[in-house]
């Protein structure tokens, strides 16, 4: 076997905890190295777990890992897109959490300092990872799409609900998230460009929201529950619900309707292969979070970023699809609290509303 | 026993012969009497199978026939509301079918008129006809949500998609529908009702459509697949989806969310209990129409219409409600075709465009 | 529409009534005359509710009732072949609740008496009411494997499974039931019967059970769960599993697997179309009782019986057949005491183990 | 991390294949150092892949790899015990695939030579790789029982089902296999033996089975259908169903009823979260053959086995267990070839029937 691509994670709270856990046992064709974190007993549980070098300062890793080639970017999304940059900016591989920012603009600039890299890094290869694209049954349900067995997708549904964490941890959290449809449901809207292809052009954009558990989420323009609607040039359309109190755990389900056919993903969710006979009926558990429905999904991400780096191959997903789906994300967030559509060009220009 | 319900049908299209025979064989407690249509054959074979007067004029039958004392109007939803109001001011009781009319002004004038003859004749009932409110399932998730099982119901999800017609009936149809969200979505604007209360007061509508298989809905103002989001007052919302397109046949469900619980109705959709093991995988059909998912709630309905009418007890649903869902259902098929979100304030009056 | 067919129902304790019921409200062509039982209550009961004359004996109903033109026997399983014959006798149509008889040869007394009276009365018609043939999905499953669409079938199995009654009233029912696999599992021969062809020969039966909930139930030769296997000349097998003790609800579920594919009746048990999705899982609820699974087949069972018997037509099953699944479903138990396998010739004469 | 095991994979066919890349690359605690194998091409695929020295010779693998310390037996059933015992004898740690040999002596010879090594080596793990022991929905559903959940657990079904293999290769098969309770069912045994308690003594066995698609098995004295059921001392039974015809492909599945509950393990197999709407209706495909089923468990099978000769901990199932499931297994095959029930007494030996 050929040497190993050579690791690093910056930011390793859960997630980036679990990243590091694929890269350093999962993924055969990779070595972790080092890990970055300003939170020390992080970085002593890394340390432990994995035998690799630890730092508060992402720069000085960046400095004194000589032989890094990779650089996971899991830390806060406030900080994405400036580490990502100066990953770039190295000429390392990054693979980036999402989403690259809760700003479109931001996330432009990644895709700057990338195109600029490229030219003197041109086996260099930067995705933001949304699982989603790696599970299992997505890429079957995409495959099919692809072999026509739906005819023409053409109205796409999907949902991004989480289990109900009645500590209200996510109050806080949706000060920096970008609000509820850029932190969920931006998957949503990565699998319907995937779908319905990259080159989607948005039309309009119209979504409504509720405070159904967490009033002081207003504090933050965000809500718990919330409707979208997307259009897209050539007579496609979309339909989304993101949620933070399902009651029975983690509910992320797919609907792709084509003109002859429909394929749905998990619309009949389970945590695995056991029915429970009650005096009460028949009951099943399902995932307690995204992690639980994508682990398998986060193992591969893994392993094909590696491949991708490697050999040199092609990523399954483009760079500039992350930024599309940011934009439209945040025009979502904002429709939410506008309570106003929103419309765009082909261009993908915003249509301001005529004012007379 | 006591006596049997008197029952006329007008109007013995598909559906007209279905409540026919309904009543005429599966509701012990009425008695069909009398139909009518203008179609020479219906009339025919009504006579055959039933043994029933027929008439070709709807009110020679009301004149005719002494001992009437219930109408189903299963006629062109054009002359519904007209064939209605005419058995109303004679006193009789009404079952009409869903929409009242395609105008929430003339479903209006049919609630006026009942509640001018219902001073005279203060056991008359009038429905209208929305079946699920007869099916089981629909029942018992009614029933627990009203024990508080989901908590308090906040998001609500449905879907009204036919099993698409190659024959492309459907193109002709459309010009008297009323458009896909007052011929399909009126079912899951009801449900919205019944679910978050007959008093529930819609804030906004907004809706966005496609032909993707018929580009001929376009002359009648119609479309093939929609999506149409509702805004109530107090924090609750409602997606709508409808389609004439599918491929598996009739797939209607419905999903409530609440704050501390989900109810899915019908979302796994299944023609009976059989299972098909092919060297393709595991297969099962479901319901090509609506007829053959909602079959034994349109003779429930028959039989609790019929045992209303006879006891003088409440109906399980109000005239009132048929009027809303068909106002919501217009505005979503405007909105549809105007591209623009319609608001109204708690009075229930539209809030205009503010214009400078 | 052509007359009535006259009706009474002999014993009309709890399933007794439904068949009055049925017969009386949803078989449009019959009519309900009498109801005749030794209990006084259940006499009053049912003339409160369908106005029909009721008797105490039944042989005074037989000679009193002129107009009678068929006969539901419901009562207890003891009197099941008596009542029966005498019904024959008097040139009556029957339909006999399962099973005829205990004994396959008191069942076969009855076919005796039917095809001598059948001699005088050509149109007779007399059945053993098994409710499954009249179930939409077996029927659904039976034209499937009639048109070949799983090859040919080969390999069965089957389970009758009642919902635990804490109250352990089965216990003392056990005395005359015959046994579990004579009470339960002798719908599953049926079905097997009807799979695999009425012609099948049984070539050897072999049972074993527990007594995991009622102990007391040895005292009648009974178990509250049990395993049979049944061999058929000509390659065929079937499986079968009776039980007293489910949990959640009744789980009669059968398959059918054959050389090209396999066909699953209710595999997947639910009241409803309702899923609850709480914080326990998803959850759905299940028939308590065989009623709750085999209504709409019952009142399909009153309707074709009284076609068949008002029309000459052939009913749906043979009366053989009935006394065939009474010889299997004795040997089976007889099996599951004894802990012998029991074999059979091809003629149907058992084999008796060598003696040397 | 501390050092890894080293493990060479004796057999290499596919399954063998399949393990050492297991071992190779996604068993992080393990370095895969050698195979072998009576075929050139294996070997030559094997070092390609996975840069490992190669042997033709079982015993000079043994001799000249000084740094081994476990062997994966995946060679052809007929050497498992032979290959397993030289390992044991060396000292080594074993994992043994499924049966250890089709003779209940020859297993227990294994067993009998591991408790000699176990004196000089205590630290020494010998297993026999039961896959299903590892499986996430197999553990839950043990967990569960562990519980109480189900209460006391008193009823097992499991079926181990093939998707039939047109070109007929089990026939070839067959001859070595020790026949289709050895090859197959022996997992549901296995199953059994874990859920009922390692404990359980069996009471009796009887079985039957049909060639439906292969007559030539009986050359063999096997067949393509069975069905077994198996008594337990304390009033357990089982029920057994194994097959090489499954059109849709491999259908393993269990359920155990207890006295409070029942759960059920893949009674709904499926082969991902997808479900295609079509109009034929809604299907989804299931896996093709057990691996497909069971490569997480294979997985997972590896690493476990590799931390507990690390680690020296107790591995999860006892080399007692594997010898009585074979025994089972053949006396159920035999059972299935003679049409006799075999009884054994508490202590385990048979019980021949009493010839006068």
Known sequence: MSEKLQVAVAGIGRMGMRHARHFATLTPRAELIAVCSPVQAELDAAQ??????????????????KTLQAVVVASATTVHAEQAIKAIEKGLHVLCEKPISTSPEISQSVVTAYEK?????????????????FDASYRDAYQRMANGDIGTPAVFRSQTCDKLDPSGFFVAYAEFSGGIFVDCSIHDIDLALWFFGEESKVKSVSAVGITAVQPDLRK???????????????????QLYCSRMMAAGQEDCTEVTGTAGKIA?????????????????IRRE????????????????????????????RPPMSLDGAVKAVTI????????????????????????????
């Open 48 to 65: 432990k777990e994995f035998g690799v070098r630890t730092y508060r300062d992402y720069e000085e890793m960046l400095r004194h890992e």
């Open 117 to 133: 890299s490229k030219k003197n890094h041109p086996a260099q290869k930067v995705i933001c990872g949304f699982s989603r694209r």
């Open 220 to 238: 933050h323009n965000d809500r718990d529950n919330a409707l979208g609607i997307i259009e897209f040039y050539g007579g496609k359309i979309a």
């Open 265 to 281: 993903v998990n619309t009949q969710p389970q945590l695995n292969l056991v029915n429970l006979y009650e005096p009460t009926g």
């Open 286 to 313: 399902i995932p307690a979070d995204y992690y639980g429905r994508f682990q398998a999904a986060f193992v591969t991400e893994a392993n094909e970023f590696t491949a991708c780096c490697l050999d040199n191959t």
């Open 329 to 356: 994300g945040c025009a979502l967030q904002e429709s939410l609290i506008s309570g106003k559509k929103i419309e765009f060009d082909e261009s993908g220009r915003r249509v301001e509303q005529a004012r007379l």
